[in-house]
């Protein structure tokens, strides 16, 4: 789909798609630089010790996560980014700061994929395609929540939020055909 749509642009579109995906990627990492992996970057301790938990009681979710909750839901954040902060520390030994720090990055990385297949599906016309993914791209507040180590749990859901919007359409696009 994005192939048919960059052969069907004329050149200068190419260019300013190119040039939107290039800061709005640059915008996302950017961080990366200045923070380093020497300690968990904004509320990623907590969710590191969320990993912690999961993998010492054995991948399963833990009743408690001392200094957290005090024995009824563990933790209030859906579990699936905790999952697999867990399996890439404890199972593929991976740094756990390393982990902690880039992997908010990579599901904000990996969630322009379904948003930006979802503008040039809906969009109708390739200039409100540019606009609405440039948007998407530079304007702070759609990912800004996610840049630190804390936003893995947003970082994962927005992910799947978009997969999930992107499936609906295509959906509703089969039931109007």
Do not use: D
Request: proline letters at 5%; a positive charge.
């Amino acid at each position: 789909m994005l192939k048919k749509l960059m052969t069907n642009m004329n050149w200068k579109k190419n260019v300013l798609l190119w040039a939107l995906l290039f800061f709005g990627i640059a915008l996302r990492i950017y961080h990366i630089i200045f923070i380093g992996f020497s300690a968990p970057y904004g509320r990623g301790g907590l969710f590191l010790e969320f990993a912690e938990q999961i993998y010492k009681n054995n991948f399963f979710l833990p009743y408690s996560v001392g200094f957290y909750s005090t024995g009824q839901i563990p933790f209030l954040y859906p579990p699936l980014a905790f999952y697999i902060q867990s399996i890439l520390i404890y199972v593929f030994k991976i740094p756990e700061l390393f982990v902690n720090n880039m992997l908010p990055t990579v599901f904000m990385l990996l969630s322009l994929i379904p948003m930006g297949l979802l503008l040039s599906r809906n969009s109708g016309k390739r200039e409100v395609f540019l606009f609405s993914f440039g948007l998407y791209l530079l304007i702070p507040s759609f990912f800004k929540q996610q840049v630190e180590g804390g936003g893995i749990a947003e970082g994962v859901g927005t992910f799947m939020i978009h997969w999930l919007l992107l499936a609906l359409s295509e959906m509703q696009k089969h039931e109007h055909t």
